[in-house]
């Protein structure tokens, strides 16, 4: 137990800037996409009051989503877990956080187009993307394993 809290510590340091990092390319991709570039959303400008500011909680707030991606990735590693209960503390841990900061930041509407928008990206990235790196893990190791076993 207190390795995993070490690894929880250790790994939310890490995900920090890899936050940062993952907020801020998604942005530059963005301004290329639209010929213009802006520090954060007109919405995050407009709560928060100025460009300086909403620049400021995204960099904060992208960086606390870090942190909790990385940190909540021990979560996996619980062999006594089923895949099933990962999953589930995994989603009830970070899709709230998620949710708020995207709503602060101005990267989805207060609706429910917005919300059935975000949640249905949310789960495509998130854990389609699970799904197919553990199948590419299981496919590299059959794949090594098969000499063994003929």
Known sequence: ????????????????PIGVCVSSLILLVISFCIGTYAPCSPGC??????ETAGATAQFLLSGLVGSVFAGSSVIWEVESWSLFRATATHFCMVTPLFWVVSL???????SLWGMLLYLGIFLL???????????????VWCISCKGEFS
Do not use: V
């Open 1 to 16: 137990m207190k390795n995993m809290k070490k690894q929880i510590l250790l790994r939310s340091a890490i995900g920090f």
């Open 45 to 50: 400008t407009a709560l928060f009051g100025s």
């Open 104 to 110: 602060l930041l101005g990267w989805c509407d207060l």
């Open 125 to 139: 990235i998130i854990y389609k993307g699970r799904f197919c790196n553990d199948t590419i893990k299981s496919l």
